[in-house]
T-cell receptor, first 114, second 112 residues
């Protein structure tokens, strides 16, 4: 059973470009969470999605950031017009159900904005 | 606002020594998670503590949870170099449990 998969693992973007980060949850998991980790810090919650629905986006910046989890395919975190402050590691986690069920983390995507 | 505080944030210890990492949180929660993260890697689940008084052990690590004191501890016994990593505690979010709230992490270095 493959774990949570994320791609790309490393992404370099120039200021003003768009970044698309993908997350495929573990088999049988329909709940996906995105977190951001700045250097030397803990993870900060961004958004929680189920298939085709955003359940909680309270941790996501209102501007430039969006997330989706379509019926088919991976969940995508999209950052438009990236700025240097967006440079971070972005982790996706999945769980078989919501609430406070244990979450399983992917390897992360390290975004560098130059 | 839910706060999760770990201390120490940095810990350097000799092999063979014992030490404890503390995790305090500011709201009622009956479960807590400990994760390990190696540099440049993802988070590896270490322990899931599901009730007051829960104690779990794996190798040289032992975790406990006191929900009344809102405190969890991660105890390291006879440390070895392989334990060098950053350790995070996390609790479910305050209002809807959808998000995990993480501590800032404890960066552990075990020296020979």
């Amino acid at each position: 059973n493959a774990g949570v998969m994320q791609n790309p693992r490393h992404l370099v973007r120039r200021r003003g470009q768009e970044a698309r980060l993908r997350c495929s949850p573990m088999k049988g998991h329909s709940h996906v969470y995105w977190y951001r980790q700045l250097p030397e810090e803990g993870l900060k919650f961004m958004v929680y999605l189920q298939k085709e629905n955003i359940i909680d986006e309270s941790g996501m910046p209102k501007e430039r950031f969006s997330a989706e989890f379509p019926k088919e395919g991976p969940s995508i975190l999209r950052i438009q017009q990236v700025v240097r402050g967006d440079s971070a590691a972005y982790f996706c986690a999945s769980s078989p159900r919501g609430g406070d069920y244990e979450q399983y983390f992917g390897p992360g995507t390290r975004l560098t904005v130059t | 606002e839910l706060k999760v505080e770990q201390n120490p944030l940095f810990l350097s210890m000799q092999e063979g020594k014992n030490y404890t990492i503390y995790c305090n949180y500011s709201t009622t929660s009956d479960r807590l998670y400990w994760y390990r993260q190696d540099p440049g890697k993802s988070l590896e689940s270490l322990f899931v503590l599901l009730s007051n008084g829960a104690v779990k052990q794996e190798g040289r690590l032992m975790a406990s949870l006191d929900t009344k004191a809102r405190l969890s501890t991660l105890h390291i016994t006879a440390a070895v170099h392989d334990l060098s990593a950053t350790y995070f505690c996390a609790v479910p979010g305050l209002y809807n449990n959808n998000d995990m709230r993480f501590g800032a992490g404890t960066r552990l270095t075990v020296k020979p």
